[in-house]
């Protein structure tokens, strides 16, 4: 069953490369006591995802962070290196979006938000949404209904949700 508004949050691991390493990263932590956007996308290095995902939450980061928001994170089917190159190669580490990988789908999966496309070689991967997370539970959900189309959850259109 698909995770939806009022919801709180799968109690998930995602793995974040720190300067040692992998990190585990538990999100019930990240979001606890915490307003958070996270919004998810089919995979690294893929075309929308690189150029209007992506770009999207760097340009409304600061307006985020004026609605009290205290982090913003991308989370992506990949494992922590390509997400660590990843946000290195567009500037989203830079920019202070935290970049965690969900290597084996489970926090995807757990959120009813996996989708296959064997022709283009996804297995398993998240359908586009983004959220505003509030204490744990879901407040805003936006999700596209193609995976290849970035609009109701690009960061402007979240943005002007809340």
Same mark, same amino acid.
């Given at each position: ?21 992998? #990190? ?46 205290? #982090? ?91």
């Amino acid at each position: 069953m698909a995770i939806s508004v009022g919801d709180t949050l799968p109690d998930a691991t995602l793995v974040h490369l720190g300067d040692e390493g992998p #990190e585990q990263v538990k999100l019930s932590e990240k979001t606890k006591g915490r307003k958070v956007v996270i919004f998810a996308l089919p995979g690294a290095y893929t075309g929308t995802c690189s150029t209007a995902h992506v770009p999207s939450f760097i340009r409304t980061k600061d307006g985020f962070a004026n609605k009290g928001v205290d #982090e913003v994170i991308c989370v992506s089917v990949n494992d922590p290196f390509v997400m660590g190159a990843w946000g290195e190669a567009t500037g989203a580490t830079k920019a202070g979006i935290t970049m965690l990988g969900d290597p084996d789908a489970t926090f995807t999966k757990a959120m009813g938000r996996a989708f296959t496309a064997p022709p283009v070689g996804l297995y398993d991967r998240s359908t586009r949404y983004a959220m505003v997370v509030e204490d744990g539970k879901v407040t805003v959900l936006q999700e596209e209904e193609n995976p290849g189309v970035c609009d109701v959850s690009g960061g402007e259109a979240l943005l002007d949700a809340i």
